[in-house]
């Protein structure tokens, strides 16, 4: 078992910044993958990306790629999600989720989701 929990989402102007923090818990975490994904209003859910606890970092979505990095911390159990140069077009719930490595696109895990506004 997998326990996520975001924070960090709030309002931001555009060209903004903001870190969401992914908190995980859970006794075998090093053997899952870590993804960000978004969902907006009336659209489909994105995936942003996402990092193994060794650091290993798949290929952001062309969207953020530039503009969104992912990193951990293994002390503290924490994936971040650095948003920069935001536009009103990222406005989403972001989700963190985890996949076992052996199924890396499998997410079953998934946190309740923190809200992010980017004003224009």
């Known amino acids: 078992q997998v326990q996520l929990v975001e924070s960090g989402g709030g309002l931001v102007q555009a060209g903004g910044s903001l870190r969401l923090s992914c908190a995980a818990s859970?006794?075998?975490?090093?053997?899952?993958?870590m993804g960000w994904f978004r969902q907006a209003p009336g659209k489909e859910r994105e995936f942003v990306g996402a990092i193994t606890w060794s650091g290993i970092i798949s290929d952001y979505a062309d969207s953020v790629k530039g503009r969104f990095t992912i990193d951990r911390d293994n002390a503290k159990n924490t994936v971040y999600l650095q948003m920069n140069s935001l536009k009103p077009e990222d406005t989403a719930v972001y989700y963190c989720?985890?996949?076992?490595?052996?199924?890396?696109?499998?997410?079953?895990?998934w946190g309740q989701g923190t809200q992010v506004t980017v004003s224009s």
């Open positions: 859970g006794r075998t975490l090093g053997s899952y993958r």
């Open positions: 989720a985890a996949a076992p490595l052996r199924r890396p696109d499998e997410y079953n895990y």
